[in-house]
């Protein structure tokens, strides 16, 4: 039978840390992302709001914002499993809750925007249809429309 090892004088175990810590932690933490993520869709919401009508084309606008939430969720994923290996419960799991929030998010804005993101953009037409066509035969100008 093996018996533990004695400590150092002074030297503690390990246990993790406090729950008011752990619940200050949880709490920053959400709010600090809050105010990323509403500063990244106003950011969007700005980019797509045109009063000229020859801005940024939507479907741009909606990937960078998909790219940018999918982003964020892998950084709450990297928190929460980091908080999960220091022994913080707490903000752990309220990290995998926002995780799952932003993934949430981001699968209802691309929901929502599937029409605009699998539309192509129309090749520019010219109003022009030159002469043929436009005569129903080789004759007067009196068989074609307006003449």
Not at 69 to 84: E, H, I, K, Y
Request: glycine content about 12%.
């Amino acid at each position: 039978m093996t018996r533990p090892t004695p400590r150092a004088r002074g030297e503690r175990e390990r246990t993790g840390s406090h729950w008011i810590a752990d619940i200050a932690r949880a709490l920053l933490l959400t709010l600090l992302e809050a105010v990323a993520v509403t500063a990244g869709l106003y950011v969007a919401a700005i980019a797509a709001w045109d009063t000229q009508g020859g801005g940024d084309d939507p479907r741009t606008v909606v990937i960078v914002l998909l790219v940018g939430l999918l982003l964020a969720a892998v950084a709450t994923a990297v928190v929460s499993g980091r908080a999960f290996r220091r022994r913080a419960p707490v903000t752990g799991c309220v990290q995998a809750l926002v995780c799952a929030a932003l993934l949430a998010g981001a699968a209802g804005i691309a929901y929502q925007s599937r029409d605009h993101l699998g539309q192509q953009t129309p090749a520019p037409s010219s109003p022009y249809r030159g002469t043929y066509g436009q005569c129903f035969s080789g004759g007067d100008s009196h068989e074609c429309p307006g003449g």
